[in-house]
């Protein structure tokens, strides 16, 4: 046996005849204490650089540095780390064992240069302790989850059947960081609560004086033929997987099981766009999308698309698709519009192909623009919103987002009779969220990140850009038909704006719609800061202090400027939303939001702030009603100083 390589893309999977980790060059327990130092672990994900301080390195790069790093080559204590991290999923997977055959799990990468050597190490502990894997390879989030759900819900002795997944990733964080992302039976990523044992069983394999011996024996314990099996499979199950979340994601856009029902409403959207074209830009900056449906996917709906940048690891930006990562496809997409006016979109994922942002070409000033991620997820929940609408369905209707997410998103939702409900921000937290609204009789159609941009579409449990793109299509493309109007129409119908309908709308014309709402982005460097204070519900409190004495001082000047009369303090913790009063420290490590009301008790503006748990940065924003860019700095710099007032009085 020799290396295998992946037909595809020609990259290396892995050699089944050659131990990643040589045992005459093992490191000490104090260096593998010393790599976990900096592991940052949440349900969000576990996550670090795993690459080697070598060339190549990210085209973006001002100076060579671990985490700009392009090379393949991953250190032998962070392999070792990586042998404790997969005996942890291992031991949740056979402690939940309830079949006789073997239990088997999804394996994906996104296409980082290390997932291959991180995916080598995870394979061998996997199948050294029993559990088969299907490896995927490079595949994109969303996809591995949608086909996780579908493995899980076949009988438990179906030979396809899967008790969940391991996804290599790093989500939008830097090339040379990785990490992984781990789920059961649901389709999404563990929570809070179920990742915690996980989180204490690698903290005591590491402190463990034998953590190096143990994670050695790990790595050495898989059969070198199931192991080249395991890796000669991976087209077989990355087929399987294409076809998986092809049918998944008909079900999450046309909202429907029933094949039939999609059907209709597929074919519907197909006819509405070769009478009336739309086209839209695909830029993939080499992410996992480039090698998933995208492409059949617009086509089998007659949009015209054009693919950039759509092989793996053909990075040319940041992999995090905000501001200036979104120059390339902005300027794509000119160049399409001017060749095909029916051109409107264009969309940028991050390196796990889970986020999707997007441009436009805006009419009003001639010229694409990007759509800032608090409108993405405003008009995703238009559309989503409207379409239920049309439904006949008796149960209270809600959308669950994060505490970051525009109080747009209360208006909007407002005008449809739904309600919101916030949860702490975090993938995991969200779900479940909605998961428990939706035992209790609730509707949520529609949830996640709205300060982020990302969309989760039930029955999904991630984010993911064709959900966004197919409300959007649904949006622009849903006509009127006999006693029903479009997605548009029903809009403006409920929101008083009837008057704003054009028979050839698009995009600018529904945007102009939108409650008007200017929020800080939560990836603008001016939103992330650094603290000192380790102790986040301390800092808080010396917040709290502060906050008091300025509220005084500037009382009337926020009355006189913005109509705000009083303000009231909500806590995020997990899935839960509640008052804290005067103890800003009862928010702990999660979210704090602070709301600035009218003389309604309606807000007018909101001040949030949390430490986040996949970097270590303190990350504040300002959300402000019919605000102009001066009016948000206004808000959102009165917080910093703030902040950074409590933090210096540690």
């Not at 291992?90 to 309830?98: D, H, I, P």
């Not at 991630?462 to 649904?474: C, E, H, N, Q, Y």
């Amino acid at each position: 046996m020799s290396m295998i390589y992946h037909p595809g893309t020609g990259f290396n999977v892995g050699d089944p005849e050659i131990h990643p980790v040589d045992p005459a060059r093992l490191s000490s327990p104090e260096e593998l204490r010393k790599e976990a130092e900096n592991l940052i672990l949440s349900a969000s994900g576990w996550r670090k650089v795993f690459a080697e301080a070598k060339p190549p390195y990210a085209p973006w790069a001002l100076q060579p540095s671990p985490e700009d790093s392009l090379s393949e080559t991953v250190a032998t204590p962070k392999l070792l780390l990586a042998a404790l991290m997969a005996e942890s999923f291992a031991n949740l997977v056979l402690r939940q064992k309830r079949m006789t055959a073997r239990p088997a799990v999804l394996l994906g990468i996104d296409s980082r240069p290390t997932g291959p050597a991180l995916a080598d190490v995870f394979a061998r502990v996997l199948l050294g302790l029993g559990i088969d894997v299907r490896y995927c390879f490079i595949v994109p989030a969303p996809e591995i989850m949608a086909y996780a759900g579908r493995a899980a819900a076949l009988p438990l002795e179906h030979t396809e059947r899967a008790e969940g997944f391991v996804y290599i990733s790093a989500s939008h964080n830097p090339p040379g960081y990785n990490g992984v992302k781990f789920g059961l039976r649901s389709g999404g990523v563990l929570s809070a609560q179920e990742i915690a044992p996980l989180i204490a069983r690698l903290k005591a394999s590491i402190a463990s004086k034998d953590s190096v011996s143990q994670a050695l024996a790990l790595i050495q314990a898989a059969d070198k033929e199931a192991l080249a099996l395991c890796y000669e499979r991976c087209s077989e199950w990355k087929r399987r997987s294409q076809s998986a979340y092809t049918l998944f994601s008909h079900e999450v856009i046309t909202g429907k099981e029933d094949l039939s029902e999609q059907a209709t409403i597929l074919d519907e959207l197909t006819e509405a766009c070769r009478q009336r074209p739309l086209g839209l830009v695909a830029e993939l900056n080499g992410s996992a999308r480039s090698l998933s449906i995208d492409r059949d996917f617009f086509q089998g709906i007659s949009v015209l698309s054009e693919f950039y940048n759509d092989s793996p690891r053909q990075f040319t930006h940041r992999i995090v698709p905000e501001g200036i990562s979104l120059k390339d496809c902005m300027e794509l997409l000119q160049k399409a519009k001017e060749k095909n006016s029916c051109f409107q979109l264009g969309y940028v994922p991050d390196c796990d192909g889970d986020r999707g942002n997007l441009v436009f070409y805006d009419k009003t000033v001639g010229k694409s623009r990007i759509l800032e991620a608090q409108e993405v997820f405003s008009l995703s929940c238009l559309a989503e919103l409207a379409g239920l609408a049309d439904s006949s369905q008796n149960a209270p209707v809600a959308v669950v987002v994060n505490d970051a997410t525009s109080a747009r998103i209360e208006r909007i939702a407002g005008f449809f009779g739904a309600r919101v409900f916030r949860a702490e921000t975090g993938e995991a937290n969200v779900v479940n969220l909605a998961e428990k609204l939706r035992s209790e009789g609730w509707i949520v159609r529609i949830l996640g990140e709205g300060s982020n941009g990302g969309t989760i579409t039930h029955p999904s449990k991630v984010r993911d850009p064709l959900s966004t793109l197919g409300a959007m299509i649904r949006l622009l493309r849903s006509g009127d038909r006999a006693g029903s109007p479009g997605l548009f129409r029903r809009w403006l119908d409920v929101s008083g704006q009837e008057s704003a309908y054009r028979e050839d709308f698009d995009l600018a014309d529904v945007i102009a719609t939108l409650p008007s709402w200017i929020s800080t982005s939560v990836f603008e460097s001016r939103a992330a800061l650094s603290v000192r204070s380790a102790d986040k519900a301390a800092l808080k409190a010396r917040y709290a202090r502060i906050f008091k004495t300025e509220w005084e001082s500037r009382k009337s000047e926020l009355r006189e400027r913005y109509g705000i009369e009083a303000w009231k303090a909500l806590a995020t913790i997990g899935s839960r939303e509640f008052e804290v009063g005067e103890d800003f420290a009862a928010s702990a490590s999660g979210g704090l939001r602070i709301l600035l009301l009218d003389s309604r008790s309606e807000p007018k503006a909101f001040l949030w702030m949390r430490g986040s748990g996949t970097e270590p940065v303190f990350r504040i924003m300002a959300d402000v009603e019919a605000g102009t860019s001066g009016d948000e700095e206004y808000f959102l710099s009165w917080h910093r100083q703030m902040v950074q007032a409590a933090d210096a009085a540690v």
